[in-house]
């Protein structure tokens, strides 16, 4: 009997997300909506296959420990699997155009016009798929994802970068 390809794997999941408190700053509701709906999207649908591990399911803590990213990944029932450790140097001047672009965004669906406000939106959406492709490419040899995966990660990597924002 074969094993069916990892995507085709219901278990080469991830079943429950946690970010570290302590990476958290205060952040403002569209934030906090944000982070809410990436984690929701993310535990509803994804591909998350770490190389070298049986199949899961997986959860996953993110946090950031010095300039450092780390993926605390374990079994369901908590037994470690792996933790990857990635520099935050390849995502600096993404995350920091995301918000700005994002900034622009919450600012102009209360202002702007419907043009103005698609543009900016296209515009985000970009910088969120550059994103999710550099990350992807950091998880290469560590753990397979797959684009809707590497997004919602993207996403909370965000939120996790928001304390930060202003060093």
């Given at each position: 009997m074969t094993k069916p390809p990892a995507?085709?794997?219901?278990?080469?999941?991830?079943v429950a997300v946690t970010l570290d408190e302590?990476?958290?700053?205060r952040s403002?509701?569209?934030?906090?909506h944000e982070r809410a709906i990436a984690i929701y999207d993310l535990i509803e649908q994804n591909l998350f296959a770490p190389d070298g591990a049986e199949s899961g399911p997986f959860t996953l803590h993110l946090a950031i420990t010095g300039n450092r990213l780390m993926f605390d990944i374990r079994r369901e029932d908590g037994t470690p699997v792996v933790a990857h450790l990635l520099s935050l140097t390849p995502f600096r001047?993404?995350?920091?155009?995301y918000f700005m672009i994002c900034d622009s965004y919450y600012q102009a669906i209360r202002t702007a016009t419907t043009d103005k406000i698609e543009a900016i939106d296209m515009g985000r959406r970009g910088i969120h798929d550059e994103g999710s492709?550099?990350?992807q490419e950091r998880l290469k040899g560590k753990v397979?994802?797959?684009?809707?995966?590497?997004?919602?990660?993207?996403?909370l990597i965000c939120v996790l970068h928001w304390k930060g924002q202003d060093a």
């Open positions: 995507d085709e794997d219901p278990q080469n999941r991830i302590e990476s958290i700053g403002g509701p569209d934030i906090e001047r993404i995350v920091k155009d492709r550099t990350l397979r994802v797959d684009f809707e995966t590497a997004r919602r990660l993207f996403t």
